[in-house]
C-alpha cells in the first residue's frame, strides 16, 4: 500500500485552491492519507475533514495534535469528531 503522510498541515490557512491542490495531489500518489496532527482549529475542523474527504476519496487516518483543540474545547472536539467520522469508511 502506498500511503501519504503530512503532518502540521494547518489547512485552515491554505486558500481553497491551495487546499484543493494539495489533496488532489495526495489522491493522485497514495493509496491513503495519513495526517499526525493539527489538520485545522477545532472551529473549522469538521468542514476541513469533510473537505478532505471528498477530495482525496480515499482513506484518511488521523490524530488530532494541539492546535486542532484550539477555539474550541478538548472534549468537545473530540466528541465533534468522533459523531462526524462514526460510521465513515474514509475517515478513521
Same mark, same amino acid.
Given at each position: 500500500?502506498?500511503?501519504?503522510?503530512?503532518?502540521?498541515?494547518?489547512?485552515?490557512?491554505?486558500?481553497?485552491?491551495?487546499?484543493?491542490?494539495?489533496?488532489?495531489?495526495?489522491?493522485?500518489?497514495?493509496?491513503?492519507?495519513?495526517?499526525?496532527? /493539527?489538520?485545522?482549529?477545532?472551529?473549522?475542523? =469538521?468542514?476541513? #475533514?469533510? +473537505?478532505?474527504?471528498?477530495?482525496? &476519496?480515499?482513506?484518511?487516518?488521523?490524530?488530532?495534535?494541539?492546535? /486542532?483543540?484550539?477555539?474550541?474545547?478538548?472534549? =468537545?472536539?473530540? #466528541?465533534? +469528531?468522533?459523531?462526524?467520522?462514526? &460510521?465513515?469508511?474514509?475517515?478513521?
Amino acid at each position: 500500500m502506498r500511503l501519504a503522510w503530512a503532518t502540521d498541515i494547518h489547512l485552515n490557512f491554505l486558500t481553497t485552491m491551495a487546499r484543493r491542490r494539495f489533496l488532489e495531489s495526495v489522491k493522485e500518489q497514495a493509496e491513503a492519507l495519513v495526517v499526525t496532527g /493539527d489538520i485545522a482549529e477545532s472551529n473549522s475542523l =469538521g468542514q476541513t #475533514l469533510m +473537505v478532505m474527504d471528498a477530495l482525496v &476519496g480515499k482513506p484518511i487516518y488521523f490524530v488530532l495534535g494541539n492546535h /486542532d483543540f484550539y477555539r474550541g474545547s478538548v472534549a =468537545g472536539t473530540r #466528541l465533534a +469528531v468522533a459523531e462526524m467520522i462514526h &460510521g465513515s469508511q474514509a475517515l478513521v
